[in-house]
C-alpha cells in the first residue's frame, strides 16, 4: 500500500482537491483529512490542565477523598 501526502487548502463548500500522478484512474483510495489548527489552538497544554476536565473525573484530590470517604461509609 502506497501513501501519498499532500498539503491542500479548502476550497468553497468545503471542496478538497487532490492530484498525483501517482493515482491512476479507477483505483479505490482512503481519504484522511486532518485539520491543522491556528496557533492559539496549537499551543502546547500541561498536562495538568488535563486533570479533572473528563467527565466523571474529580476536579481536586479533596473531591476524590470526600467520594472515597463515602463509598466506605456506605460499606458499613
Known sequence: MDTIRE???VKPGGLV???????????????TIVVERDNK????????DFIGSAQGCF???????EFIRGE???WD
Do not use: H, N, Y
Not at 489552538?41 to 495538568?48: D, F, K, N, P, T
Not at 476536579?59 to 477523598?65: C, R, T
Open 7 to 9: 498539503k491542500t487548502i
Open 17 to 31: 482537491e487532490i492530484r498525483s500522478g501517482k493515482l491512476p484512474a479507477g483505483v479505490t483510495v482512503e481519504v
Open 41 to 48: 489552538e496549537s499551543a502546547r497544554r500541561s498536562l495538568v
Open 59 to 65: 476536579l481536586s484530590s479533596q473531591e476524590a477523598d
Open 72 to 74: 466506605r461509609d456506605s
